[in-house]
Nanobody
Framework: QVQLVESGGGLVQAGGSLRLSCTAS????????MGWYRQAPGKQRDLVAS???????NYADSVKGRFTISRDNAKNTVYLQMNSLKPEDTAVYYC??????????????WGKGTLVTVSS
């Protein structure tokens, strides 16, 4: 079985920073891409940032210049450094990975989410 587990969420003041981490475990051959999504109450789940195994990144316009996604392939870990946080960044943040297992089965996996609350 494959699991993705997020950490690093919490309460922060506007203008502050948080770093989210997500580590995947299991019989994993590769994960490509990995990404972060977020969902606020009453809103759809949207892509925040994604990163390929080679390091190519994509960001939502709302976070460009403030958030940075990175990954450590050897550790099957993806990070999201969030700076200059705004109240509108408040959401549950979900880790996502498109996983290829050691026996070459592929499917999308999701973490359970970590809550980020930004106070004004």
């Amino acid at each position: 079985q494959v699991q993705l587990v997020e950490s690093g969420g919490g309460l922060v003041q506007a203008g502050g920073s948080l770093r989210l981490s997500c580590t995947a475990s299991g019989n994993i051959r590769s994960i490509n891409p990995m990404g972060w999504y977020r969902q606020a109450p009453g809103k759809q789940r949207d892509l925040v940032a994604s990163i390929t195994s080679s390091g190519s990144t994509n960001y939502a316009d709302s976070v460009k210049g403030r958030f940075t996604i990175s990954r450590d392939n050897a550790k099957n870990t993806v990070y999201l450094q969030m700076n200059s946080l705004k109240p509108e960044d408040t959401a549950v943040y979900y880790c996502n990975g498109y996983v290829r297992t050691v026996d070459n089965y592929v499917r999308d996996y999701w973490g359970k989410g970590t809550l980020v609350t930004v106070s004004s």
